[in-house]
């Protein structure tokens, strides 16, 4: 059983230019999350898909940014006009409901720098 | 609210010493998670247990332990007998029963000398 991967597994981009993450669950697992991690801080919560429905959104997601997960499988976080601040390593994990809280398993992260 | 409070940024110790990961949470929910995840250099996550508000009985695996209290509203993790390779940050999350989201601390970072 493989785990969650996540490409590319850094990216250098240049302000103002779009980047775009992969994301790919364990498999049969049913929710997705998206969370950033800045350098000294644990990570932060972004959204979360059940299936391909996008069921919560965190104010830190603004307008430039964007996930999808269209079949239910895979997912990608897209950031348009990247801004230094956004420089952070961005963590996926995937859980299967199982009645109570599911226990969601990391991928290795995906590290971006803007410059 | 929720919040986790993880005071120690960052521990040193000689291998083979125990050593305590203190970790304290504020919640207003009756039912809620707890979570130890593993941050080793590499970078990658790693899941080390998970209890719920309703279990209060303390865990053992192998050298990793964990002492759940409600009372002061901590969920503390020892590792007995360290090595080198515990060497990571180590995070808390909580989950409220509402909400599917892990809220973690800050991070402890545990330096496990030779």
């Known amino acids: 059983d493989t785990g969650v991967s996540q490409n590319p597994r850094h990216k250098i981009t240049k302000r103002g230019q779009n980047v775009t993450f992969r994301c790919d669950p364990i498999s049969e697992h049913n929710r997705l999350y998206w969370y950033r991690q800045t350098l000294g801080q644990g990570p932060e919560f972004l959204t979360y898909?059940?299936?391909?429905?996008?069921?919560?959104k965190s104010r830190l997601l603004s307008d430039r940014f964007s996930a999808e997960r269209p079949k239910g499988s895979f997912s990608t976080l897209e950031i348009q006009r990247t801004e230094q601040g956004d420089s952070a390593m961005y963590l996926c994990?995937?859980?299967?409901?199982?009645?109570?809280?599911?226990?969601?398993?990391f991928g290795p992260g995906t590290r971006l720098t803007v410059l | 609210a929720q919040k986790v409070t993880q005071a120690q940024t960052e521990i040193s110790v000689v291998e083979k010493e125990d050593v305590t990961l203190d970790c304290v949470y504020e919640?207003?929910?009756?039912?809620?998670?707890l979570f130890w995840y593993k941050q080793p250099p590499s970078g990658e996550l790693v899941f080390l247990i998970r209890r719920n508000s309703f279990d209060e009985q303390n865990e053992i695996s192998g050298r990793y332990s964990w002492n759940f209290q409600k009372s002061t509203s901590s969920f503390n993790f020892t590792i007995t007998a360290s090595q080198v390779v515990d060497s990571a940050v180590y995070f808390c999350a909580l989950s409220e029963a509402s909400f599917q989201k892990l809220v973690f601390g800050t991070g402890t970072r545990l330096l496990v000398s030779p």
């Open positions: 919640t207003r929910d009756t039912t809620y998670y």
């Open positions: 898909f059940q299936n391909e429905a996008q069921l919560e």
């Open positions: 994990a995937s859980s299967l409901t199982s009645g109570g809280q599911d226990t969601q398993y």
